[in-house]
């Protein structure tokens, strides 16, 4: 089993919160970590069982007196549970009472979000990091940012080993599969069985044979701005329910969408999110890249590393206790930044993401662009690139290896 640094903020909030929800895609490790934590007296339940499902939702309030402390999995199947839960834990505040696990995005929906404010907390469980991968500990990549320090790493990862690491993705059963075709088999299998079971779960789609197809054309554009017209036009989907089913793959961590930084100190900024997949693996078996295909073309390799950054960005900002904000940069003059951090005190962290084993002064024009505008509270611009060694750039500009993320 895997170590998931997410455990020790699940079980902090166990001791304090009454409801706690584990959120991810699919097949991300939710389950197991979710009964690693139950102890002995917690019941283990779980809607994905047919007999179960039809229970709580023939009298949701019921299902839940039923229960004093419990593991409920995949609670998105049947919603109507959390307002018996709410009912439940007011009248027996114990912390700890229920650990739920969901696939889908449950805190976008605004009834969900209102009925257990300030009774739930959400912790998030992205697939495999790298860092989870190999066993070697949290990184210290935000510690170090944020104090204005220059990122290390103490593992080497380059060239072909990088490619390897970033198109296997964070999917543990897909990395049980030692060939690349039979992994990226597992990948595309399932995109067909996510559509066909949890879409249905979370919204009303008329259209439900586009949605594999929709996902296809997005793979197209990740590390792309968000062209909602163009997109939904490749597949004959109009702008409105292009952007519709494109929220719907926000909510089941497939996709993650990235609002434009904006400043009052700057007036040309490009207004455009930024689209990119949360597990590199999947983007690489929509794309249909491998190893073998980015040896003969390194450029396809770049946006597939730039999703796989952003990706393992957010996983090392959900165990840190830091409530970060992410967003890109970009302005009419094509100044850009890939990732944009930004903590409760302001503080910003810019990273730029090259596939190449070189970099150059050019480079760095986005970031010096957003530390200009945002001066004092600018405590980090880094160039993540394919070597193994950090190179400054100029004042709390850096080049660094993409492995400082990992350890």
């Not at 089993?1 to 079980?11: D, L, T």
């Not at 197991?32 to 779980?46: I, N, W």
């Not at 760095?364 to 070597?387: C, Y």
Request: net charge neutral.
């Amino acid at each position: 089993m895997y170590p998931r640094f997410a455990a020790a903020r699940v079980q902090e909030a166990l001791t304090d919160t009454r409801v706690v929800l584990l959120t991810g895609p699919r097949q991300a490790g939710k389950t197991t970590l979710a009964r690693s934590l139950a102890d002995e007296g917690r019941a283990y339940v779980t809607l994905d069982n047919a007999t179960t499902l039809a229970a709580a939702k023939a009298d949701p309030t019921g299902f839940v007196r039923n229960l004093d402390t419990a593991v409920i999995d995949e609670i998105q199947r049947v919603p109507e549970l959390l307002l018996a839960i709410k009912e439940s834990v007011d009248v027996d505040a114990r912390p700890g009472r229920f650990l739920l696990t969901g696939s889908a995005n449950l805190m976008t929906l605004p009834r969900v979000a209102d009925s257990l404010a300030g009774r739930m907390e959400s912790v998030r469980l992205l697939p495999l990091a790298q860092a989870e991968i190999t066993a070697a500990g949290p990184p210290d990549f935000f510690v170090r940012g944020f104090a204005g320090q220059p990122p290390t790493s103490s593992r080497s990862i380059i060239g072909s080993g990088l490619v390897e690491a970033v198109l296997s993705g964070g999917y543990p059963e897909a990395l049980t599969r030692k060939s690349w075709g039979r992994r990226q088999d597992w990948y595309l299998d399932y995109i067909d069985a996510v559509v066909q079971r949890d879409v249905r779960d979370i919204g009303a789609v008329d259209q439900l044979d586009r949605m594999p197809r929709l996902l296809r054309v997005l793979a197209e554009h990740s590390g792309q701005l968000i062209n909602h017209t163009g997109i939904g036009a490749a597949i004959g989907l109009n702008h409105v329910t292009t952007h519709r089913y494109i929220a719907i793959f926000e909510q089941l961590y497939l996709i993650q969408t990235l609002p434009p930084w904006h400043s009052n100190a700057l007036k040309r900024l490009t207004k455009t999110p930024k689209l990119h997949f949360l597990d590199s693996g999947l983007l690489g078996a929509l794309r249909g890249v491998t190893p073998e295909r980015v040896a003969q073309d390194r450029r396809i390799f770049g946006p597939i590393l730039e999703s796989f950054v952003v990706s393992e960005l957010m996983k090392l900002a959900g165990w840190s206790g830091e409530r970060l904000s992410f967003s890109q940069y970009r302005d009419k003059d094509q100044n850009e930044v890939d990732v944009v951090i930004e903590d409760r005190r302001g503080r910003i962290i810019g990273v730029e993401v090259k596939a190449a084993a070189s970099v150059n002064a050019a480079d760095f024009r986005g970031l010096k662009r957003l530390k200009e505008a945002t001066g004092d509270k600018f405590e980090m611009g880094l160039v993540l690139f394919d070597h193994n060694r950090a190179v400054p750039f100029g004042d709390r500009l850096w080049a660094a290896p993409i492995s400082c993320l990992f350890a």
